[in-house]
Structure formats: C-alpha cells, structure tokens
C-alpha cells in the first residue's frame, strides 16, 4: 500500500483533462459542486472550510482530491478523489462535474485516471461508488467501468464496487 500524503501531489493526465490538486485559488469555481460528507457547500468561506478537512484527510492518509482540468481550457470542469477506506485497501471514489460540462466524457476520464492511480499507485483491491438511484448517467458511467451493483442504500443511493478480480479497464 501506497497511502497520501505522497512526497509531490500527484497529477494525473491524459490527452482531454488534467487532475491536479485543489488550490486555494480554486475553491470560488468550485462552490456548486464542494461537498464534505455529503453536505453542500453554501458560501466561498463555506466551501474553503471543506477544502480544509479535504486537505487535512489527505495529510492524515484518508483521502485524495483532485480538481478536473479541461487541458484545451485550463478551466476546472470539476473534482474527484477517493475518500475513505483506504488504510483497508479500499476507496470511495467519488465525484462531482459542473452542469455545462456533464455529458462530454469529462467524467469518464477522470474515472478512469482515478481508478488505474487507486489500483496500481495507492494498491486498493476495491473501490466503491455511491450515487443516487435517479441518477442515470452515473449508473451507466459505473456500469461502463465495470462496477457492480452492491447494495441499495438509505436516501435512494446505491453502492456500486470495483474488485481488481473483476476490472477489465483499460486506461
């Protein structure tokens, strides 16, 4: 197991996006979408309050937190990371796109940049995803990725799991 803090955050890229870390200047691009336990951020001192905890969590091993780049921009489309779990060789992963950019493979990118970091660099043996039962893009997109329906949840979420048994994912 490779946990956070890493000695250089890193950054992950492909040709579309760019996933780096979440800067304080960032943070008023990223109140519509800046949650911490499932709680929504509701002002720019709000949200930059919950980018403290992100960061906190990361220095104490228990998460990481990328901003999502459109690298033919440079503009933040939006955020994911993993969040829980993985001093058990697991993660949440878990995140979260600006409504303009929803549905032009943002996420499906970062996914997948996020998923082969989880496997092959922090060295989990599963990742989860919780989303809600409406929400028929992140089901698809879950679904795309190979990860298997595990449980419905209270409040109309379900679980979602990727077992390194079971990925066929190719980055």
Not at 51 to 68: E, L
Not at 139 to 154: Q, Y
Request: aromatic fraction near 8%; charged fraction near 25%; include cysteine.
């Amino acid at each position: 197991m490779n946990l956070p803090p890493y000695t250089t955050f890193p950054t992950l890229k492909d040709e579309k996006i760019s996933l780096r870390d979440v800067t304080e200047t960032d943070i008023e691009a990223l109140v519509a979408i800046s949650f911490y336990n499932a709680i929504k951020a509701t002002s720019v001192k709000n949200a930059a309050e919950m980018q403290a905890k992100i960061d906190k969590d990361y220095v104490d091993g228990n998460s990481i937190h990328w901003c999502i780049i459109d690298k033919q921009t440079n503009k933040i489309v939006g955020t994911c990371g993993y969040y829980r779990g993985l001093d058990k060789a697991e993660g949440e992963l878990g995140c979260i796109l600006l409504p303009q950019y929803r549905g032009k493979g943002y996420m499906s990118c970062a996914m997948l940049l996020a998923i082969e970091f989880g496997l092959n660099t922090i060295g989990l043996k599963r990742i989860l995803a919780i989303t809600n039962q409406k929400n028929d893009k992140a089901i698809k997109l879950l679904e795309r990725l190979n990860f298997i329906k595990k449980a419905a949840l209270e409040d109309n979420e379900i679980e979602y799991e990727l077992r390194t048994n079971n990925t066929a994912i190719t980055t």
